[in-house]
């Protein structure tokens, strides 16, 4: 994979390059189904064929290749910032043009997989003669990774740093969570459109982005011709560069619609649950994982996660309580959310085993969660975040962006720098506001995509900490 500076270095080179003739989309365009729907229509046979041609063809300058998208993907995507959706909204438009290109099928649209409906793979998916297989994948079922935190009436709010904002929650959960669960290519931010599942994956994201937007009672983004709106989105060298005002018109963007533009309501009934995974149930309190470890406020200590949920303890003193407090009293919400908050989990110098970069699965991050058959809140209340091999490469992304080096983005590669993980606690303090604060637990979940998860360490955290500011 070539490496960031390269690849914006070809572009230049690249400019004189005539762009691709393209299809001219008609106005009536197009309805985008279900899995279900497309997989018995003649679209699915050039839609497997358009596959299979673009992976047969190797040169990543062009288009026509399967890799051109997985390194546009890799290079130039926004994860864990703005314009998380509308970039990857016009990544699939751009993606299906060319696939009627290669397939010669002008009607040819991208599906979505409804995992709401049904949360195991398709099943052409797992069908080792299909271009649609990969053999890299270690889950087949994503049910545990999904909540409907996105879709609650209280998000009104569209962009990140806006307080109840969609679609900061609905990246992590289900589009992350998605990715880790699958595994293989698709738990790496770098590689994951190897794998067709990506497609039709982010089809479904796309499509509940629609629905949000329809679903009314509020919610609202950015009107065309807000500020937030200009600019524009590159998608590589050989495409024409895309404003960001299109994205205005949800429900009709290019005429695009879906098939079905309502917001999921309940969570699939739970055909498959792990040992592990039983506490994610929907609504079902988290049984806090027994601590593994103590680490007084302020101070770092490693932390080795494997196939197993556990906790850390973090007692606190008089004066540390003072400083929790005082961080959940005067601390407005917007704040408290923020990353950097005045409370926080840090977790610095993160690896991934060779198992974990693997993926098929990950961890959801709580504070402390009741004892057994303690009695509580509901447990997104006590949900801090996630990590998995995919938190852990957008978090390298994004810190080799910010700091200027670009180095390649080929994650196998860059074993040399450990990520930085930061969950801010106020937020959830204040929504479970302990009676007792003389200590902080934070347990680490997990949750896997297959009945028979891998054993064995697959996160080496260098520095566990719990920091808090001096009281305010
Ligand atoms: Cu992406």
């Given amino acids: 994979m070539i490496s960031r500076r390269r690849f914006l270095q070809s572009s230049v080179s690249l400019a004189l390059v005539p762009l691709l003739p393209r299809v001219a989309l008609s106005a009536t365009l197009s309805i985008r189904p279900s899995w279900e729907v497309f997989r018995l229509s003649p679209s699915f046979v050039s ?15 062009d288009p026509n290749s399967w890799a051109y998208w997985v390194n546009v993907h890799g290079q130039l995507c926004p994860h864990g910032k703005a314009y998380f959706l509308a970039w990857h909204r016009g990544f699939l438009y751009n993606f299906e043009n060319q696939l009627r290109l290669v397939s010669g099928d002008p009607t040819l649209v991208l599906p979505y997989w409804n995992y709401y409906d049904n949360p195991a793979l398709p099943y052409e998916f797992l069908d080792p ?14 049910g545990s990774g999904l909540t409907l935190d996105a879709f609650s009436d209280t998000l009104t709010a569209f962009q990140r740093g806006k307080p109840n904002a969609f679609e900061p929650v609905v990246e992590p959960r289900p ?69 960001r005002t299109w994205t205005a018109s949800t429900s009709t963007y290019l005429g695009y619609q879906y098939d079905n533009q309502t917001l999921p309501t309940s969570l699939p009934p739970s055909g498959y649950l792990t040992r592990t995974t039983s506490s994610s149930l929907a609504g079902a309190i988290p ?24 906790s850390v303890d973090v007692p606190l003193t008089a004066q540390d309580t003072d400083r929790v407090r005082s961080a959940m009293l005067k601390t407005d919400s917007a704040t408290a959310a923020q ?9 610095d110098d993160v690896r991934l085993t060779g198992l974990g970069e693997k993926g098929g699965y990950f961890y959801n991050v709580y504070v402390n969660l009741p004892g057994p058959g303690g009695a509580g809140n509901p447990a997104q209340a006590y949900l801090l975040g996630s990590v998995g091999a995919f938190e852990i490469g957008v ?26 993980l930061v969950f801010p606690v106020t937020d959830a303090l204040r929504r479970i506001w302990p009676t007792r604060l003389d200590r902080l637990v934070i347990s680490f979940v997990r949750v896997d995509g297959s009945r028979q998860p891998t054993r064995g360490q697959t996160i080496r955290i260098g520095a566990f900490s719990v920091e808090a500011d001096p009281s305010i």
């Fill in 395 to 420: 978090a390298r992304m994004k810190a080799s962006m910010a700091g200027g080096s670009m180095p390649g983005m080929d994650m196998h590669a860059a074993h040399g720098s450990g990520a930085r």
């Fill in 129 to 142: 003669t299909s271009p649609l297989y990969r053999g890299d994948r270690k889950g087949t079922n994503v």
């Fill in 47 to 61: 839609f497997t064929t358009a596959v299979k041609t673009m992976k047969a063809y190797i040169n990543t300058a």
């Fill in 175 to 243: 589009h992350n969570n998605v990715h880790n669960l699958i595994g293989g290519a698709m738990s790496s931010i770098a590689i994951s459109p190897r794998d067709p599942i990506f497609w039709v994956h982010h089809a479904n994201i796309d499509r509940l982005w629609v629905a949000w937007l329809a679903a009314g009672d509020g919610r609202s983004q950015p009107p065309i011709n807000n500020s937030y709106w200009s600019g524009s989105f590159q998608y590589g060298s050989a495409i024409a560069s895309m404003r």
């Fill in 287 to 310: 049984v806090r994982p027994a601590s593994v470890q103590s680490a007084p406020l302020g101070v770092a200590r490693p932390l080795v996660l494997d196939e197993r949920s556990v």
């Fill in 339 to 347: 990353e950097g908050g005045p409370v926080r989990v840090v977790l």
